[in-house]
């Protein structure tokens, strides 16, 4: 696996190392905690989260680092958004047949509950207008 990492302000991505991800992610963890900082989950700062994150194609943001992953024979790219990403993706429900990032996959399974739901909606006023209609 390899990990890039940059300095918030930074233009350029570097390899870095798993341990050197984990320390950040580690001194990220006692900060959101030490300081309460009620906008930030301490618990997407445990090392297992954190690199599950990194693994599914994001970005891991600490204070002063970026972190994410960068493109190895282990890591497979998105064709929708060309985030890189580890293990098991997700299959496009555009085509049935294309493997997609898992962000990406939620993305579109949350498209899709959208107009599920306005379908359901438009079905349930047609038919209470039907009811109305039939009353008169």
Partial sequence: MLILKKS????????????????????????????KIEDRNSEEYTREFA???????????TPCILFKLGKDEDTKTCPLCGSYYMGMGALSRRDNKTDICPQCGMNEAIEDMRKHKEVNKKSVDAIKNEICKEGK
């Fill in 8 to 35: 918030q302000e930074g233009k350029r991505w570097t390899k870095t190392t798993l341990n050197n991800f984990y320390e950040a992610v580690d001194i990220t963890k006692d900060i959101i905690e030490e300081m």
């Fill in 51 to 61: 690199l599950g994150s990194l693994k599914s194609g994001r970005i891991i943001d």
